[in-house]
């Protein structure tokens, strides 16, 4: 297993976010600390991945090699609820998180999965205080060697 950078990571996720099929989600171009901090800070089918912490495990770390490391990601994404539909715009957020989900957690993609291993962990959602969007985050944990040189 190659040592894989976290900007790489972050890049690999966005593009399998992106290429899911029907989906329509677009990364926001805001960094993932500012992403749902203000109501112009999100749009309907936005995302944003935060690469939130990263630990090294008790392996051994050789420079050559790098260190084995376990990395905290989150995937937020907001959805826009119609005022005459929102419980079924809930749901359809909900679906679009399992896409999220399975598209990240698809082992047979090759260009996420280079040198990489995800395991999902959790979500949650909460309403905006101005009730037009459901923020949605999902939580992930990968295993990857870190570079050392």
Same mark, same amino acid.
């Given at each position: 297993m190659s040592a894989v950078k976290l900007s790489v990571i972050r890049s690999r996720l966005k593009t399998?976010? $992106?290429n899911i099929s029907g989906g329509g989600l677009k $990364? +926001?171009?805001l960094p993932f600390q500012a992403f749902g901090r203000t109501p112009n800070a999100i749009g309907h089918k936005s995302f944003s991945i935060g690469i939130l912490g990263s630990n090294s495990t008790d392996d051994r770390q050789k420079p050559n090699i =790098? &260190?084995? &490391? @376990? &990395?905290d990601i989150q995937i937020q994404m /907001?959805?826009?609820l119609k005022p005459l539909? @929102? !419980?079924e715009d809930v749901d359809n957020a909900m679906d679009l998180e399992n896409d999220i989900i399975i598209a990240v957690c698809n082992r047979t993609d090759t260009n996420l999965y280079q040198n990489l291993h995800f395991k999902f962990v959790s979500c949650s959602?909460?309403?905006v205080? /101005? =009730?037009e969007y459901i923020l949605s +985050?999902? !939580?992930f944990e990968s295993l990857h060697y870190l570079p050392l040189q």
């Amino acid at each position: 297993m190659s040592a894989v950078k976290l900007s790489v990571i972050r890049s690999r996720l966005k593009t399998a976010i $992106e290429n899911i099929s029907g989906g329509g989600l677009k $990364e +926001s171009p805001l960094p993932f600390q500012a992403f749902g901090r203000t109501p112009n800070a999100i749009g309907h089918k936005s995302f944003s991945i935060g690469i939130l912490g990263s630990n090294s495990t008790d392996d051994r770390q050789k420079p050559n090699i =790098g &260190t084995l &490391t @376990q &990395t905290d990601i989150q995937i937020q994404m /907001s959805f826009r609820l119609k005022p005459l539909a @929102q !419980n079924e715009d809930v749901d359809n957020a909900m679906d679009l998180e399992n896409d999220i989900i399975i598209a990240v957690c698809n082992r047979t993609d090759t260009n996420l999965y280079q040198n990489l291993h995800f395991k999902f962990v959790s979500c949650s959602r909460v309403l905006v205080d /101005s =009730g037009e969007y459901i923020l949605s +985050s999902i !939580n992930f944990e990968s295993l990857h060697y870190l570079p050392l040189q």
